[in-house]
């Protein structure tokens, strides 16, 4: 009976394995460090852009991601996307600093089994984390209370601004523009045309209902700024 207790107290409980995606090195330590220190999660690598996240993924064989939207180059959600092409079950944490109404459901539309803001309390993510591995969605439920009131009623929607009109990647562009990045630098950055990216920020002027240029720059710069003030 004592040999049967023993054989008991040494089989190893499997740890869900978990992919960090940021692209700020304080951010994937903090979470490690959250990660590590539960006896059914840990963090099995770690990537700072969509490429890298896309090599790591391929030999870390993870069980859940953590992605944030803001990465260098190709955003969080188009690494989703490109995620949900080879790997059409695994779970996808999306981490964000911004404003929920926004991405939430843009994130869920492209794949995403949770969105979670920065802002929230730390045990939120182990929260999150195990609801999703569970199978779940987790979503704020301010979030999801909205999003249930819009499909039963179809009203409430999400969108409280007219950002929320801008389709994937004219957000994308709108956010590298705020970041002062220049047509030629997004168009690098993104792997498109300098033409493309002047035809999303027409788009973008058009939907805004921005005159120029100029304008559009001072509204992506002021909607960085309160993205982040937020």
Not at 43 to 63: F, I, Q, R, T, W
Request: net charge negative; charged share 25%.
């Amino acid at each position: 009976m004592n040999s049967s207790h023993k054989v008991q107290d040494h089989v190893a409980v499997r740890k869900s394995r978990i992919l960090v995606v940021d692209d700020h090195p304080i951010v994937r330590q903090g979470l490690a460090l959250l990660i590590n220190q539960e006896t059914d999660l840990v963090v099995c690598g770690e990537a700072e852009e969509a490429s890298g996240a896309m090599h790591v993924l391929a030999s870390a064989k993870p069980d859940v991601l953590i992605v944030d939207i803001s990465l260098n180059g190709p955003d969080g959600l188009d690494l989703l996307k490109n995620i949900r092409n080879l790997y059409p079950t695994l779970p996808v944490l999306i981490l964000s600093m911004h404003d929920e109404s926004i991405y939430a459901e843009r994130a869920l539309r492209a794949g995403a089994n949770g969105y979670i803001m920065k802002q929230e309390a730390t045990e939120k993510v182990l929260v999150a984390l195990r609801r999703i591995l569970g199978g779940e969605i987790y979503v704020s439920d301010r979030v999801a209370n909205r999003m249930l009131k819009h499909y039963i009623t179809g009203s409430g929607t999400l969108r409280h601004s007219s950002i929320a009109d801008l389709s994937d990647r004219e957000l994308e562009v709108f956010r590298l523009i705020g970041e002062g990045h220049g047509t030629r630098q997004i168009a690098e950055e993104l792997h498109i045309s300098v033409k493309t990216v002047e035809s999303y920020q027409a788009h973008i002027k058009e939907k805004l209902s921005l005159r120029s240029a100029r304008e559009l720059m001072q509204h992506a710069i002021q909607w960085n700024m309160d993205e982040k003030t937020a």
